[in-house]
């Protein structure tokens, strides 16, 4: 069995990548440059599902992908946010908080299905541009 790709990636995160962490979890900025906010939270103990975790625990994960959420809908003002955990690849416990808009690449699509069209590059530079304002939204409603 490969090593877990979250483990891997909490172990040595690349620079910036972690926006906010305490003891138990990590929210991670993801570099996906067709979705500028994309945002991942991430438990750090290796849990494979969220019934692995103690109540309290769930509910400071889903506390963590809510302020994501809150923050996002916020600074980067996008016309849905999609929640999503799977693991299917990855059994980590791990929340993926995703800005979309009708512009979007694959809208209304997951971003992982059909492609729709061509995300329009001034766009997303707006987008990206905000990103240093999440990040601080990110922290501020995690204090």
Same mark, same amino acid.
């Given at each position: ?16 990548a972690v ?20 945002? *991942?939270?991430?438990?750090? !103990? =290796?849990?494979?599902?969220? +019934?692995?975790? @103690?109540?309290?625990?769930? $509910?400071?994960?889903? #506390? ?29 416990v791990h929340?993926?908080?995703?800005? *979309?808009?009708?512009?979007? !690449? =694959?809208?209304?699509?997951? +971003?992982?299905? @059909?492609?729709?069209?061509? $995300?329009?590059?001034? #766009? ?20």
């Open positions: 069995m490969s090593a877990c790709d979250l483990c891997q990636l909490l172990a040595a995160p690349p620079a910036g926006v906010w962490q305490d003891d138990r979890l990590a929210v991670v900025a993801v570099d996906e440059p067709g979705y500028p906010g994309f945002t *991942r939270v991430v438990w750090k !103990a =290796h849990v494979k599902e969220m +019934t692995d975790l @103690a109540p309290a625990e769930r $509910a400071h994960v889903m #506390a963590a992908v809510f302020a994501v959420e809150e923050a996002q809908r916020a600074v980067m003002a996008p016309d849905k946010v999609n929640l999503a955990s799977f693991g299917n690849m990855t059994p980590h929340w993926h908080v995703i800005p *979309r808009y009708t512009d979007d !690449a =694959h809208f209304p699509n997951p +971003t992982w299905g @059909a492609r729709q069209r061509d $995300a329009l590059p001034e #766009a997303l530079q707006a987008r990206a541009a905000l990103l240093p304002r999440l990040h601080a939204a990110i922290i501020d409603q995690l204090k």
